[in-house]
């Protein structure tokens, strides 16, 4: 807000709370953004004529006319030769004041100058309707209400715009407004999205792009869950299988056909344990099954036969089912015999699986070099460019270079007082053109501003524009790898 203003918002504040205007409000006073300086004003409720002078958001400093004849005898307005003539004036009625189009003349050959109407004068809404005005969506809707109209619900201001111009104006008129209207929303919509919705617009795709890794990794995790399920149940299904193939024909009813199948032996068998361990019994279990399988039963062994730690052999669990049955292929060259000889000695641990050997034919497996890999992500080719305390960016939805002070800039000369600096390259330029335009401004504003942010040791000022040829390459990578733009809507 400029000095002007500020005095015409502090002006409208204090008439406000001094006179107390009936059935208005403090916000009210916007309506003087409609007219602008050189504007003649008539009230309709007390007839006056004025000049505006200059324009504020809250107020208008007008100067007081008066209509008088030229030589010809026509009406003329006159500006009052008064220093009191010159006033602030306060508009909150938008339905009292009229704008009268007027030109300027002289009223003779040496002056003074004077204004006659040029055309029939006009309300406000219809001169802002054809003449067009800055105004927001909020002031909009706020006019519409005040012309006894009514909005349609959830419009843009777009459709507010349309809506004022049919509401306001003649049919006739609405044909020259509404293709003003055309023309000007074409130009902006051709115009670059400014730096602060370009912000929004990034923070929406990280969002997308996060919400997306979810959803992937939430794929994957399902995908792990039903591999591992599959494992699970073709291991379950080989075990039972391997317990199938070990178990014993007898089921230990009754009295048993053999020596050692009988309740009996297995009684006896338990009171042996007794004294033992569970690690002794179980190692004790895993022996009687692999020396029945493969040899004879082995004589009665005492808890002293029992080593403290078993051997690397000696492992508990499924893999003994598979050494109780060697295949021939494990076996090694020049053997004949099974596992089991005839001997009453039971084989010992080490003597059920054969050493590892290696195939004849084949070649050991080259080792395989080792390599490092480098990602070189956007944000650390960009910081290479930045100056200190700034930031580079890359607006992946709009093609656009984003670049952003971390301190406060507003100090700054003009146009370097703003901290953001973007620009994009989708339609109007290449990305290496609207790099280097970013590039070259922000080093240009880190020139008035280095005693805030000195270089650090080893680095260099960059000249602005020119940027290393090595990091060019690799952004050019990550340019190509850009997903498609996405097109939204105009509402």
Not at 112 to 136: E, F, H, T, V, Y
Request: proline content about 7%.
């Amino acid at each position: 807000m400029g000095l002007f203003e500020s005095v015409a918002a502090t002006e409208w504040v204090f008439h406000f709370f001094s006179d107390e205007p009936p059935g208005c409000s403090v916000n009210d006073a916007w309506i003087a953004s409609l007219v602008k300086s050189g504007d003649f004003l008539a009230q309709q409720s007390t007839g006056r004529l004025v000049m505006v002078v200059a324009a504020a958001r809250f107020a208008c400093l007008v100067w007081e006319v008066t209509v008088q004849h030229d030589q010809n005898g026509e009406s003329c307005f006159l500006c009052k030769p008064d220093g009191n003539a010159v006033h602030w004036q306060f508009l909150v009625d938008v339905q009292d004041w009229l704008l009268v189009p007027a030109t300027p003349i002289l009223l003779s050959d040496k002056g003074p100058i004077a204004w006659k109407r040029s055309a029939d004068a006009m309300s406000l809404p219809q001169a802002l309707c054809l003449q067009g005005c800055a105004i927001n969506k909020e002031q909009l809707l706020q006019l519409i209400k005040q012309l006894n109209g009514t909005p349609p619900k959830g419009a843009s201001k777009r459709r507010l715009q349309e809506f004022l111009i049919e509401h306001v104006l003649s049919p006739a008129e609405q044909a020259v407004a509404l293709q003003q209207f055309q023309t000007a929303t074409s130009a902006e919509w051709e115009d670059e999205v400014d730096s602060q919705f370009s912000e929004i617009i990034s923070e929406l795709d990280k969002d997308e792009a996060n919400s997306g890794d979810i959803k992937e990794y939430v794929n994957i995790k399902k995908k792990g869950q039903l591999q591992l399920k599959r494992k699970f149940k073709a291991a379950d299904q080989e075990l039972k299988e391997l317990k199938k193939q070990a178990r014993s024909r007898g089921r230990g009813k009754g009295r048993g056909k053999g020596s050692g199948k009988g309740a009996k032996a297995k009684a006896k068998a338990k009171a042996k344990d007794k004294g033992l361990s569970f690690f002794e019994r179980s190692l004790r279990r895993q022996r009687n099954k692999a020396a029945g399988a493969g040899a004879a039963p082995a004589e009665n062994a005492g808890p002293a036969e029992i080593h403290a730690e078993p051997s690397r052999e000696e492992v508990v669990g499924p893999p003994l089912l598979d050494q109780a049955k060697p295949s021939s292929s494990s076996r090694p060259e020049g053997t004949g015999e099974p596992a089991a000889s005839s001997s009453s000695r039971a084989a010992g641990p080490g003597e059920l699986e054969p050493p590892a050997q290696v195939l004849p034919g084949l070649a050991q497996p080259a080792e395989r070099a080792s390599f490092i890999k480098v990602n070189k992500s956007p944000d650390e080719l960009l910081g290479r460019l930045a100056p200190p305390r700034c930031t580079f960016g890359l607006n992946h939805q709009d093609r656009r270079w984003t670049s952003q002070f971390k301190f406060d800039t507003s100090h700054a000369p003009y146009p370097y007082s703003q901290r953001t600096k973007s620009r994009s390259f989708a339609k109007e330029c290449s990305w290496q053109e609207a790099l280097r335009e970013v590039h070259a401004w922000n080093w240009r504003k880190w020139s008035h501003l280095k005693n805030e942010a000195p270089l650090e040791a080893g680095d260099s000022e960059q000249i602005p524009g020119q940027m290393p040829a090595d990091v060019m390459q690799d952004l050019q990578v990550v340019v190509d790898k850009l997903p498609e733009m996405k097109k939204y809507g105009r509402k």
